[in-house]
């Protein structure tokens, strides 16, 4: 079964700190995956987007990596903002034809002042 | 505003009822996908349509489920003799499928939030 585990499940920060968000997925064949930011009662934006061939994708603070051997990803979010506090979604794209994504259950990041 | 809409933002029913959602996708996207997400769980996949044809529907969406999209743009989600278990967070999504094969990027909407009681 394709699955996307991240952890930790949870996280606390103060403003200002820097995090590390972990994603391990099992999908394969593999498309690209993608980090979603997703505010309480929202639906998820995306943050980046990389193919199997990515090692390093940025957008502002946020920077994802990936290592597609050991099939695991990281977002790393710099200078965290009180505005930081969400659910941070790993998505992984089967290459299969099927259009569907597969997610993983989140990290619940509280940045505190 | 041009992103993904949906209709209502809160859904409050009672057990045994039945439950209409509409999504308006952005308007140039030919793909349009339904999840649910429960909470403190990532959304899970249960249909999708490319243009007007429903072209995969997920285990999860059981026969009191049905989903249609009429004329390849809005989309609605019914579920007949709602149960408890169907509380959650509906989401739409919409993309633009590309000539290469690959999934193109997916917008998603606010969701819609229903309540079971």
């Known amino acids: 079964k394709n699955q996307v585990e991240q952890s930790p499940q949870s996280l606390i920060i103060l403003e200002g700190k820097n995090c590390t968000l972990q994603?391990?997925?099992?999908?394969?064949?593999?498309?690209?995956l993608r980090w979603y930011k997703q505010d309480t009662g929202r639906g998820p934006v995306s943050l980046t987007i990389?193919?199997?061939?990515?090692n390093t994708k940025s957008n502002g603070r946020y920077t994802a990596t990936l290592d597609a051997d050991t099939k695991q990803s990281s977002l790393h979010i710099t200078a965290s903002q009180l505005s930081d506090s969400a659910s941070y979604i790993c998505?992984?794209?089967?290459?299969?034809?099927?259009?569907?994504?597969?997610f993983g259950s989140g990290t619940r990041l509280q940045v505190q002042p | 505003d041009t992103g993904v809409s949906q209709d209502p933002r809160h859904k409050i029913t009672k057990r045994g009822q039945n439950v209409t959602f509409r999504c308006d996708p952005i308007?140039?996207?030919?793909?349009l996908y339904w999840y649910r997400q429960t909470l403190g769980q990532g959304p899970e996949f249960l249909t999708y349509?490319?243009?007007?044809?429903?072209?995969?529907k997920s285990r999860l969406l059981s026969d009191r489920f049905s989903a249609e999209r009429p004329k390849g743009s809005f989309s609605t989600l019914e579920i007949q003799r709602t149960e408890q278990g169907d509380s959650a967070m509906y989401l739409c999504?919409?993309?633009?499928?590309?000539?290469?094969?690959?999934?193109?990027?997916?917008?998603f909407g606010p969701g819609t939030r229903l309540t079971v009681l």
């Open positions: 998505v992984v794209s089967p290459d299969t034809g099927r259009r569907a994504l597969t």
């Open positions: 999504a919409s993309s633009l499928a590309g000539g290469s094969g690959r999934s193109g990027e997916q917008f």
């Open positions: 990389m193919t199997f061939s990515e």
């Open positions: 349509f490319q243009n007007e044809a429903q072209l995969e």
């Open positions: 308007s140039e996207h030919n793909r």
């Open positions: 994603c391990n997925y099992t999908v394969s064949p593999f498309s690209n």
